[in-house]
């Protein structure tokens, strides 16, 4: 790792001439991670560019599967006017951005923001660099850069027929000033952009390369595994790590505060090893805590008077008063770990000189940057971390930065030598920041017309910034436990949204599409009101969004490309929902079967998306599929809680769906510009919906306890 | 000393006989393309060949790999990318690729024995789990693979 110097004075002067100043950075030549001793250049932060005319676009933000880190240099080289055949992509060094004034904007990956909160700052990168590359080219001509155009990696003087490719001007470029103002291309002239172009990152792990966090391999390196205790928030009160010790291969065991760890020549003698360590665990409370601890708990929430209001439109009481029926419901989900096929990892090296290397997988490598800093007990400077790609993620890996904190003091404790900590499975499925169980009370009134007059609806629910956040609660209200019930599009006078912060003590954290609950329970709870009124789901629903609502337009959408309302075969029956989130409007279709006893088979899923703008229609589709399949382990799966713990520990008690559980998939791009929204979680939002209200037209069942099994949709 | 044959050459290594397979690959073989993902025979992604079977390494001894034949991914195509690794790339299928390595060899598999499998031949051999839900598309990419001309073509 070469520590490299920023040219301070260079960079304040370039962020003060572009104001925010993330993108023209004023650059330097850089020995680039890709370079490799090659005389290659920085034109700006996001631009790196060979001799031989590759460009390698560098990324902050991580990639988990969800094609950020394609999309991303698609939206550079799109500006760029780069020849697409010879870019490449690499990860922008957390250490360099600390030390560059964060340069890089966000390094979080989440909330499906990775190309939405980023696209502005990144083509305005790539259109800098190409407009440094013409001007560059236009200089050594002594022509009038208006006079140059730049296409496919090559600056051309069409009046002259002279040309220059961008390697052969890249330094010179470099050298020049950024341009103060840039001028973004209108999408639809995009040819690089909006394309379904290859993943840059898939040839190499259809090769089995080692690209994960869990991959790393070191000289030198040992190996580390950990147990927490099985209650959550114990501590360690003693350890007999005598039997341990013996063990081949051991080298030590790490005792932490709130863990143990076995570190060995491999990570298999580390484990075993570790279950031979005796843990005496101080457990102070929750020793008795149960799913019907935890259930009363949400009741209580229920109950309580005076909760603070997340919505209040018109008077709910009043008008619930004056309708003609009064439909209520409660419908609650179980805690869902995460369960990403890659353990939480962390490979961490305390050098010599006190300097910190770190190796993870990361949602967000600024915050593993801060985690192993404060761990080590070094200024962030003194501290890199290299962004390993993700074996998933789903929210798992980035506000809590656990992993980090643990594989640094585990580092700390063996100095001068790289520890790899990886956790075994039952660590994970045990030890997660858990989708928050809820329970919900919904009552809506309907009018002799069938109309919504009043909707009220009471959400009792942990917080997750709570834990994470506690400052961006504001008035009693995680806008994360709310949503979708307290933002509804459609046009009811009277709203009445209360929230119960119950917290528990199992953690919590964002799972893809936090707030998800709230949506399944909406969309099922409409179909309800739908189904008293008298009314077509489709129609009900219609009736209540207003013409130009993009909610509207999805669902038009969807309802179209499923043939809503059109014969369906025998045992097959249909259901919908649609929502808006994470920056996008979805709706869809399922078709689904429910046999003798109770198997419910969800066959197909068609899918409307509106995010504005679509970089990559392909990884778009495949983030549909992605939700889709989420979507349906999010019905059945269930982590549960008895004597403080989750008793779940692996894929054999928490399982997750097969190759033959995968519906269909029929993903419908509408984006109608003007906005950026998301595609890594708007899929799965009405995905629990329209399946559960399918399930109602097939069985006449109302589901409304999760998780769903088949017990509940055998035939009476 | 354990002899091991791995992608075709002969390795000794010195472990205990009930170390997993999956282990000696990745930590004395430095070969990490077998992945860890459960340790109990149920996720797939640790599924290399032995003696041409698909297994899973995860609870297959060094001392029972013994003597056998073991390929893994690093060792499927010496000589450029299999069929199926092109299909794969083709299809665009991974997603995050955690377990994809362990698909690919059961797919591999697969299609030595059935080489043009019906969809309950691959929902029956595709046991592998993939959380970001790339099934529909695995099942394309062996379809595709398993095509008499198994053409691939590059993307427009």
């Known amino acids: ?716 | 000393m354990i002899k091991l044959t791995v992608n075709g050459r002969v390795h000794s290594v010195d472990v205990e006989p009930e170390m997993p397979l999956l282990w000696v690959l990745r930590d004395h073989l430095k070969l990490a393309g077998t992945k860890y993902g459960c340790g109990i025979s149920q996720c797939g992604a640790c599924t290399v060949h032995l003696d041409g079977e698909p297994v899973r390494a995860c609870i297959v001894t060094a001392g029972q790999a013994a003597g056998k034949k073991v390929v893994t991914i690093e060792g499927l195509s010496p000589r450029g990318l299999h069929k199926v690794q092109k299909a794969w790339i083709e299809h665009e299928v991974p997603q995050c690729g955690y377990c994809q390595t362990g698909m690919i060899m059961s797919a591999v598999a697969l299609l030595e024995k059935k080489p043009r499998p019906t969809d309950a031949d691959i929902d029956d051999a595709m046991t592998n789990l993939c959380r970001c839900g790339t099934y529909a598309r695995v099942r394309k990419a062996i379809h595709a693979a398993a095509a008499p001309t198994a053409i691939v073509k590059p993307k427009a």
């Open chain 1, 1 to 716: 790792m070469t520590i490299r110097s920023p040219q301070r004075r260079s960079f304040l002067k370039a962020t003060a001439a572009v104001g925010g100043g993330l993108a023209l950075e004023f650059s330097f030549p850089v020995a680039a991670n890709a370079a490799k001793g090659t005389a290659a250049t920085e034109v700006n932060a996001w631009v790196v560019i060979h001799p031989d005319d590759r460009v390698v676009v560098r990324i902050a933000r991580s990639e988990m599967g969800q094609g950020t880190y394609t999309a991303l240099a698609q939206l550079v080289a799109e500006e760029l006017d780069a020849d697409w055949a010879k870019v490449s992509a690499e990860f922008a060094s957390p250490n360099e951005h600390i030390r560059r004034n964060r340069i890089w904007g966000s390094m979080s990956t989440g909330g499906s923001q990775g190309v939405r909160s980023s696209q502005d700052y990144v083509r305005k990168a790539g259109a800098a660099a190409r407009e440094m590359l013409v001007a560059a080219a236009a200089a050594q001509w002594k022509v009038p850069a208006s006079e140059c155009v730049a296409e496919k990696s090559v600056v051309t003087h069409p009046a002259t027929k002279r040309r220059l490719r961008y390697g052969q001007v890249a330094s010179a470029a470099a050298k020049l000033a950024p341009p103060k103002d840039v001028k973004l291309r209108d999408p639809r002239d995009w040819k690089i952009a909006g394309k379904p172009l290859h993943r840059l990152d898939i040839p190499d792990k259809v090769l089995g390369k080692p690209v994960f966090g869990t991959d790393v391999m070191l000289p030198g390196m040992l190996h580390a595994s950990i147990a927490q205790c099985p209650v959550f928030g114990g501590k360690v009160k003693g350890v007999d790590d005598a039997a341990a010790l013996t063990m081949r291969g051991v080298k030590q065991v790490v005792r932490a505060e709130d863990f143990v760890a076995v570190v060995a020549d491999s990570w298999w003698r580390a484990n075993e090893a570790l279950k031979k360590v005796k843990v005496d665990w101080d457990i102070p409370k929750y020793a008795d805590a149960s799913d019907a601890t935890i259930l009363a708990m949400l009741k209580e929430g229920l109950a309580a008077k005076d909760l603070p209001a997340a919505r209040k439109l018109g008077d709910a009481a009043a008008a619930m008063g004056t309708a003609a029926k009064v439909v209520e419901a409660e419908y609650s989900s179980p805690y869902l770990n995460h369960a990403q096929m890659e353990p939480q990892v962390c490979t961490a090296w305390i050098k010599p000189d006190g300097f910190v290397e770190v190796w993870t997988s990361t949602q967000n490598a600024e915050a593993s940057l801060a985690a192993a800093a404060e761990t080590a007990g070094v200024p962030l400077e003194k501290v890199e971390v290299h962004k390993m790609m993700l074996g998933g993620g789903f929210g798992r890996r980035g506000a809590p930065q656990d992993f980090v904190r643990q594989g640094v003091a585990i580092a700390k404790a063996v100095p001068g030598k790289p520890v790899k900590m990886m956790w075994s499975r039952e660590e994970d499925i045990q030890h997660g920041f858990y989708r928050p169980a809820s329970l919900v009370r919904l009552r809506g009134g309907l009018d002799a017309q069938g109309r919504i007059v009043a909707f009220e609806a009471k959400i009792a629910c942990p917080s997750i910034l709570a834990l994470v956040r506690p400052e961006a609660i504001q008035k009693g209200i995680d806008f994360s436990a709310v949503r979708t019930l307290n933002d509804m599009p459609y046009d009811i006078a009277n709203q009445q949204v209360d929230y119960a912060m119950r917290n528990g003590h199992v953690p919590v954290g964002f799972w893809r599409a936090p707030g998800l609950q709230n949506a399944v329970y909406r969309e099922c709870f409409l179909d309800e009101l739908a189904h008293a009124a008298g009314k077509d789901p489709l129609e009900f629903r219609l009736a209540m969004l207003k013409p130009g609502d993009k909610n509207r337009l999805v669902l038009e959408a969807a309802a179209k490309a499923a043939g809503w309302g059109t014969p369906l075969p025998a045992g097959v029956h249909r259901g919908l929902a649609v929502a808006d989130g994470f920056g996008s409007y979805t709706a869809a279709v399922a078709e689904v079967s429910v046999d003798a006893e109770g198997r419910l088979k969800v066959l197909r899923y068609v899918v409307a998306i509106d995010s504005g703008h679509v970089v990559n229609p392909d990884t778009c589709a495949a983030q549909a599929e992605s939700n889709a399949i989420f979507g349906v382990a999010s019905l059945f799966q269930a982590n549960t809680v008895k004597d403080g713990r989750i008793q779940e520990s692996n894929f054999h008690d928490f399982p997750l769906p097969m190759i033959g559980d995968m519906p269909k998939v029929e993903t419908v791009l509408v984006p109608t510009g003007g906005f950026w929204g998301g595609h890594g979680e708007p899929g799965i939002l009405p995905f629990g919906g329209a399946v559960l209200n399918a399930v109602f037209a097939a069985t006449g069942k109302r589901i409304r306890s999760l998780p769903l099994r088949k017990e509940d949709l055998r035939k009476a």
